[in-house]
Structures are given as structure tokens and as C-alpha cells.
């Protein structure tokens, strides 16, 4: 758990500061990090008025945990003192034809018709689209143009079949599937580095930032940077090792089939479920929103008696003056209990399911 996990009040700021405070899934290296410190009296000030940043997720859609991420690092590059974003959101196209946000909005504001709209459409995409740049930011501190994308990922790990390996073998990225199984580490993580992150490379994406007003040295110049948080969730009945490139304090939970719901309730907890967008930094709760073991396991029954889609709980434990030294005095006459451990439940015929 991040050490600053406590410190704001207000769940958007605290999942913000956990960008910065908690570690990448993978380890550090000159483009797979954040390059961004922890702005403490930034975010102090931040969590006393934060109806800057409500106001800026109430335009987005909160349903979608990467579009809260995104919607996140946005807000921070826009409104912290050390940098100044540029542009997000824009798409290259292979004719050098690109449409932002603003575009967009001026097309949505404008009188257009709806087949006027469209013939639009039909230019800006007659090429084929090649990328997105997530953030193109400049910062302060360093003096230097970036080209950020982002990410968050949650892998659930399925060990290999025994092929004569230890077990201080390190299991392969092939092994982490998202709960839907589509999507895996190892491919994510090649259209990060490989794909997402040369966009600004290309003769297209170097026209597209020269169309932002950057001169050709800073374009030259641009600082290539890769965000990707996130959990791996460990399966509880067997014991599986991290990739050898994972980040060794990465985030780690766990995971396990329907069938072995019962080890989960075999001493007493309270739990609930993780509920989108706040799946980043621990949530907390009054004791009064949350289920104990009979309530739980009967929950998750009925959700699986109607459906197969694997869903993501949380155990959760008593806020403490050792959690956290400040505890207001309402906390203690209403104790609050925060986010433990996050648990994915699976059906049993996870993963070949889908």
C-alpha cells in the first residue's frame, strides 16, 4: 500500500497521488517511468478544493477505468505548476490528417449538418489511421517537450503446465490475462513500446507536432515516456512468480475460481465490491456499506447463478491511528475501514470461459 494512500480525504485526489506514489508494473527504466514527483503541497492544496477536479471527471466517462486514468493524468498535466499540456487525445493518420478534441468540439458546437458532419468525417479519416498521441505536455523542471501514453492494467496470472521448470522459474508475460482474457501483458506491452510510444517518430506524428508549435529541435528533442499501472492478482491455490521485467514492489492481489469461495471465509472479514472508476488507491468505508461473510458469499453466489463475468471484491480492515496518524475524531466515534486486498472471483471455467 502506497504510504500516501491516506494523507487526502477526497477518493479522486487520493487515486491521483497514487499515480505518482505507487510503483509501475514494470521496472524502471529510461521509458517505462513516470518522471514526475510527488507534489505534496500541490495535492495538499488540491484535496482542500477539489472542485476543480470534479468537475473535469464530470465530463468524463467514469465507467471506464482507463478513460479515469487517462481523465486523471489530464487534469494533473493541466493544472500542476510543473508542466503545461500541450494537446491529448490526437489521432495520426498515414495522410498526415489529424482531429483533436478541440476539433471535435468545434464540429459538435457549430451548426453543421448531420450529412455535413459526415462529408468531414470522410476527409479527416480517408487515411488510414496509424496511432494516438495520449499527452503531449511540456515540463517546466527539465525543459523538455514529452510525449506521454498511459495505461492501466489489471492481469490475472494462470500458471503454466509443469514442464520441468523450479520453482524459482519466473513465469512468462503470456502467463497474465485481463479478466475477460483478451487482453494479456506481453501484447500490451509491445503495442506500448513498440507501437504507441514511436508514434512520435513517424513522419506523421513529427508533422502533427510540428502542427502543435513545436520547432524542429524540440521535436527532435521529444522525451518518450510509458505510464503503465496496475495489479497482478496472484492465484490463491498455487504459487506463481512475477515476469523477471516486472517492477519487485508492483502491486500485487489475487485471484481464484468460484469453487474455492470458501477459502475466503474461513476466518470473519467485511467485504465489498471494488466498485469503477476507484480500483487505483484504497477506498474507504464506514462499516455500515460493507457485508460480513454470510452477506458476502451470498452475494457472490447470486451474481454468478446469473452470470459468468468474473468480478473484483475487496477485504477490507479497520482504519487506524497506526493507517493513518491523522485520523479525524469522527472517524473514531464512526470507524472507517479501508481496502486490505483485492480479490478477483472467476467462474470455474476461467479462463477458457471466453
Not at 512475477?242 to 470458501?262: G, K, M, T, V
Amino acid at each position: 500500500m502506497s504510504k500516501h494512500a491516506f494523507l487526502y480525504d477526497n477518493q479522486p485526489v487520493r487515486d491521483l497521488a497514487w499515480i505518482f506514489s505507487s510503483p509501475s508494473l514494470f521496472s524502471s527504466s529510461a521509458l517505462l517511468s513516470k518522471h514526475q514527483p510527488l507534489d505534496l503541497p500541490w495535492f495538499g492544496q488540491l484535496d482542500k478544493d477539489f472542485i476543480s477536479l470534479e468537475k473535469h471527471l464530470s465530463t468524463k466517462n467514469m465507467n471506464m477505468i482507463g478513460g479515469y486514468f487517462e481523465a486523471l493524468w489530464e487534469f494533473y498535466l493541466g493544472h500542476s505548476p510543473d508542466n503545461r499540456l500541450i494537446a491529448s487525445n490526437i489521432q495520426v493518420f498515414a495522410d498526415n490528417k489529424c482531429m483533436n478534441d478541440k476539433t471535435r468540439e468545434l464540429i459538435s458546437d457549430s451548426d453543421m449538418s448531420i450529412s455535413q458532419v459526415d462529408d468531414f468525417n470522410k476527409k479527416e479519416r480517408r487515411g488510414r489511421t496509424l496511432g494516438e498521441f495520449d499527452f503531449i505536455y511540456y515540463n517546466k523542471s527539465s525543459a523538455e517537450y514529452r510525449h506521454l501514453e498511459v495505461a492501466i492494467k489489471y492481469y490475472l496470472g494462470v500458471p503454466e503446465p509443469t514442464r520441468g521448470s523450479t520453482l524459482a522459474d519466473n513465469s512468462s508475460m503470456n502467463c497474465w490475462y485481463g479478466p475477460a482474457t483478451r487482453d494479456r501483458l506481453d501484447i500490451k506491452l509491445n503495442k506500448l513500446v513498440r507501437h504507441q510510444s514511436k508514434l512520435s517518430l513517424s513522419q506523421e506524428g513529427r508533422e502533427v507536432l510540428q502542427s502543435l508549435g513545436l520547432n524542429q529541435q524540440s521535436i527532435e528533442n521529444i522525451k518518450r515516456e510509458i505510464c503503465l499501472s496496475g495489479y497482478l492478482f496472484y492465484p490463491m491455490k498455487e504459487v506463481m512468480l512475477p515476469p523477471s521485467e516486472i517492477h519487485p514492489q508492483h502491486n500485487r492481489a489475487l485471484w481464484l475460481h468460484l469453487s474455492c469461495l470458501s477459502l475466503l471465509i474461513s476466518r470473519e472479514h467485511l467485504w465489498g465490491v471494488a466498485k469503477k472508476p476507484h480500483w487505483l488507491s484504497p477506498v474507504v468505508q464506514s462499516a455500515d456499506k460493507l457485508l460480513d461473510n454470510q452477506l458476502f458469499e451470498r452475494a457472490v453466489r447470486k451474481h454468478f447463478a446469473k452470470s459468468q463475468v468474473p468480478v473484483l471484491y475487496a477485504r477490507y480492515s479497520k482504519l487506524c491511528c497506526k493507517t493513518r496518524v491523522d485520523v479525524p475524531s469522527e472517524y473514531l466515534a464512526n470507524p472507517r475501514y479501508y481496502v486490505e486486498q483485492l480479490i478477483f472471483i472467476v467462474p470455474d471455467s476461467w479462463p477458457l470461459a471466453d
